[in-house]
């Protein structure tokens, strides 16, 4: 059986209309799939709103005890029902998870090296039984970037993370591909001409991309999230917008070895 598996971020999420259409587009989606969102904007404004000061070190978030609180308000309330609400209104039978839920996702604390990141989870395991069970009976999981740790602490975990996670997990009894939805059409080679998509990215392309510095920042953890997938037996990743789970000649990047 062939599982997909969406993760979208960003812009996606804070617009209203744009969400709607992303959902849409997801919930036409036809076979197993799974969809996997962060929501960190909107976690950023809420915590201006509560005047809580965002603390961020090479674009990952520092989570201290108060803006976990807000991350587990808006990733595992707002964000992940307002998701599934809308996707229960096309006919797509989701429910809600957090890595706390059905013990789906477990993590440790990120360990210190030269910054503390707080309330921060590393991946440890994914419970493929449950993710299985679910696909098998056509419940859509709908999964939040929060994990846990067996003992009752929940933590921030980076949504890109756990979509490659959790595909790495089924692709031991699935045919998985996973996506990466965002703004953008796929990779850009110039940041500024939307149409300058990178079509084809395989590591010797991926390592002279970083040297033109043309992939840099937020883009060099989800490509390091993209192989990795790949190098764990993940059938086929491709990063691009949402129109390309629709739209069989759309443009976007695709991810090889």
Do not use: W
């Not at 201290?64 to 808006?74: A, F, H, K, Y």
């Not at 429910?95 to 590393?122: M, Q, Y």
């Not at 999230?225 to 976007?252: H, P, T, Y």
């Amino acid at each position: 059986m062939k599982v997909s598996i969406i993760k979208i971020g960003g812009n996606l999420i804070e617009d209203e209309s744009v969400l709607k259409k992303v959902l849409q587009n997801f919930a036409r989606l036809e076979g197993a799939k799974i969809l996997v969102h962060g929501g960190g904007k909107l976690a950023t404004q809420v915590s201006e709103k509560l005047g809580i000061a965002t603390q961020m070190v090479d674009g990952r978030r520092i989570t201290n005890r108060e803006t976990l609180d807000v991350i587990t308000m808006v990733y595992g309330g707002l964000v992940n029902k307002t998701i599934v609400a809308n996707l229960q209104s096309l006919n797509c039978n989701a429910l809600g998870l957090s890595g706390a839920d059905l013990n789906s996702i477990k993590s440790v604390k990120r360990p210190v090296k030269t910054h503390d990141f707080g309330f921060v989870g590393d991946v440890t395991a994914v419970n493929s039984e449950m993710f299985s069970l679910l696909l098998n009976n056509n419940i859509t999981p709908v999964c939040c970037a929060i994990s846990h740790d067996g003992n009752g602490q929940l933590f921030n975990t980076n949504a890109d993370t756990i979509a490659s996670e959790i595909a790495i997990a089924l692709a031991k009894n699935f045919e998985v591909e996973l996506y990466y939805c965002f703004e953008k059409k796929g990779v850009l080679r110039t940041i500024e001409d939307e149409d300058s998509v990178i079509t084809d990215i395989n590591t010797e392309i991926y390592q002279a991309l970083i040297k033109e510095n043309i992939i840099a920042d937020g883009m060099l953890p989800k490509m390091q999230n993209c192989f990795n997938a790949l190098e764990r037996n993940v059938s086929k990743v491709f990063i691009g917008s949402i129109d390309m789970l629709s739209e069989e000649n759309q443009l976007r990047t695709t991810i090889t070895l």
